[in-house]
């Protein structure tokens, strides 16, 4: 059974940082694509980050610069490493898997199979 947990969310003032972790069990996770996305109220599930399974990666405009996306394939986890937090960062957060494996790195999320239950990040200014 495939799982994935997030955690390291929190409050944090603008110009902070915060690093998530998204912990995978049930599968080998080094061969498929990973994402992050978020969703603030009343808006859509968006893209963050991606990584490949070749350790390529992949950012929405809005964070290029801030946030880094890593892997450490011996623990079978996903991080987001983000700097420079604003408040329209704010939003619930979430680690998905690509079991598919789609060409590249995908950035819709239907595309992604699996998902955490999220985690919080609020910036206050």
């Known amino acids: 059974q495939v799982q994935l947990v997030e955690s390291g969310g929190g409050l944090v003032q603008a110009g902070g940082s915060l690093r998530l972790s998204c912990a995978a069990s049930?599968?080998?996770?080094?061969?498929?694509?990973m994402a992050w996305f978020r969703q603030a109220p009343g808006k859509e599930r968006e893209f963050v980050a991606g990584?490949?399974?070749?350790?390529?990666?992949y950012y929405a405009d809005a964070v290029k610069g801030r946030f880094t996306i890593s892997r450490d394939n011996a623990k079978n986890t996903v991080y987001l490493q983000m700097n420079s937090l604003k408040p329209e960062d704010t939003a619930v957060y979430y680690c998905?898997?690509?079991?598919?494996?789609?060409?590249?790195?995908?950035?819709?999320?239907?595309?992604?199979?699996?998902w955490g239950q999220g985690t919080q990040v609020t910036v206050s200014s």
């Open positions: 998905a898997v690509d079991l598919t494996v789609h060409p590249g790195i995908v950035t819709t999320y239907p595309a992604y199979n699996y």
């Open positions: 049930g599968r080998t996770f080094r061969s498929y694509p």
């Open positions: 990584i490949s399974r070749s350790d390529g990666t």
